[in-house]
């Protein structure tokens, strides 16, 4: 049975069983992951998914039930559990209108990167992986990621969206072993994008390098715990605002009252160099449309000149705060209802050269991203602290020596208003490896920014 066939015979069974709103959305789901360990292949695995989840609105209750089986009788089935769902409830939920959009997109590709043999994807793997193995390296692994996913989204007001996007990536670890000490250095490189992303990068020098880094690594000290005047690269920038700043603004964390920035919009919340943007179609972020609700996602001004400009919201959200529809109700497959998700949060690039963020510190750090451990953040007090990667310390206005087991904490409006100077430069990432993990639901996301100087932050280590 067709896709959109089979979705708009769910909203009439819908529709004719009472619910006043539903929108059903269709999923076909391919990921390939591919596994080298010290020079042995160790998986090659396959997964396919595909499916239907349903939601309605009935009497302001939201009812929800999701299959993998796209049969009529299945369909069928599926109205009547969500139905049910939303009348054993009793709600006040409103969801605000959308324009009814009718589109079809795909990801910009050259070669499927479905169709190479799984002996050329395997090579590739084992030679990045053998090419790693440096005097120093106690242990490698490496993996190769491929996801295609096909989404369709139609709702009773009209909207009928079918979005498809290719997402390739090779990521490596490499830990070095030196009088009892280790470190592992982590990094992965993804794009929406097909196999040329793969067949066009030189995966070897990129192994090589992070191996070259964790054997310089182990041998580095911690940096004397402090405060530091600090240069932040666009790696961990991103991770930063995006842990720490991002959550904070999603509609539904706001609408609870459970953000630190709930009730502030138009209050000065970063230095005048500080603009913050959530935009689903920025270079080298993942490729987001239109979201899970059928909206089209258009790049949002979150923060302008250090000014809090606006929330991340869906349908539910929007209504409640009384604020536009932004395109950030996203899910992680059919089984899930949409909430409040970020797409690609970055800042936006400055003035300065790198050369010109260093040049005034006398003593400070360059903090940076590749390497970096997990973190931990409360949205409600905007407190972060988290594991960087191997770093360097800079000294009169230079960068001086390598440092290991950096972590760093502060308060994210705190750490945004001692901005001091933003970089020319902007990149921006995405991971096929992993995501943002919210309720029990992980998306892909992005992020990044220019590298960026900050007046202070705090600095664990030796």
Not at 323 to 340: E, K, W, Y
Not at 356 to 383: F, K, N, S, W
Request: charge should be negative.
């Amino acid at each position: 049975m067709d896709w959109i066939d089979t979705a708009y015979k769910a909203l009439d069974k819908a529709s004719r069983a009472g619910a006043t709103y539903a929108d059903a959305r269709c999923q076909g789901y391919v990921y390939e992951h591919i596994l080298v360990e010290n020079g042995s292949l160790k998986e090659y695995s396959r997964t396919v998914r595909k499916g239907l989840g349903l939601r309605v609105l009935l009497d302001g209750s939201i009812g929800f039930a999701s299959t993998n089986d796209l049969s009529a009788s299945s369909i069928d089935e599926v109205v009547r559990y969500a139905i049910s769902a939303a009348k054993s409830m009793e709600g006040s939920v409103e969801l605000s209108a959308k324009n009814p959009l009718k589109a079809r997109v795909r990801s910009s590709f050259s070669e499927n990167p479905l169709d190479p043999t799984p002996e050329d994807k395997v090579s590739v793997v084992l030679s990045a992986n053998r090419e790693s193995m440096l005097d120093g390296v106690k242990s490698t692994s490496t993996r190769l990621g491929i996801q295609y996913d096909r989404r369709l989204i139609v709702s009773t007001d009209g909207c009928e969206v079918e979005v498809e996007c290719f997402l390739v990536g090779l990521g490596h670890m490499s830990v070095a072993y030196e009088a009892g000490k280790l470190e592992r250095v982590y990094d992965s490189r993804s794009r929406v994008s097909g196999w040329e992303f793969i067949s066009d990068t030189d995966w070897c020098d990129y192994t090589r390098g992070i191996s070259r880094l964790a054997v310089e690594a182990v041998k580095a000290p911690t940096p004397k715990a402090g405060v530091y005047r600090a240069v932040v690269d666009p790696q961990l920038i991103g991770l930063v605002i995006h842990e720490a700043f991002g959550h904070a603004v999603e509609g539904d964390l706001v609408a609870s009252g459970s953000s630190i920035l709930a009730g502030r919009l138009g209050e000065i919340v970063a230095s005048p160099y500080v603009s913050i943007v959530d935009d689903g179609l920025i270079e080298g972020g993942y490729y987001i449309p239109y979201d899970d609700e059928g909206v089209e996602k258009k790049p949002i001004a979150i923060v302008d000149n250090g000014v809090l400009k606006g929330f991340l919201t869906h349908l539910a959200s929007a209504s409640k705060l009384k604020l536009d529809l932004t395109g950030n109700g996203r899910a992680q497959d059919f089984h899930s209802q949409p909430i409040v998700r970020q797409t690609n949060l970055y800042m936006k690039p400055g003035s300065h050269s790198f050369e010109e963020l260093l040049e005034d510190i006398d003593e400070g750090i360059y903090l940076r991203g590749m390497g970096a451990g997990g973190g931990q953040v409360d949205p409600g007090t905007g407190a972060f602290t988290f594991s960087v990667g191997p770093s360097y310390m800079i000294r009169r206005g230079e960068l001086a020596e390598l440092t290991r087991g950096t972590v760093v904490s502060g308060l994210i409006l705190e750490t945004l208003k001692g901005v001091e100077a933003v970089g020319c430069d902007l990149s921006v990432e995405t991971s096929v490896f992993g995501g943002c993990g919210k309720d029990g639901q992980m998306v892909r996301v992005g992020g990044g920014g220019p590298h960026v100087r900050v007046k202070s932050i705090s600095v664990g280590g030796g």
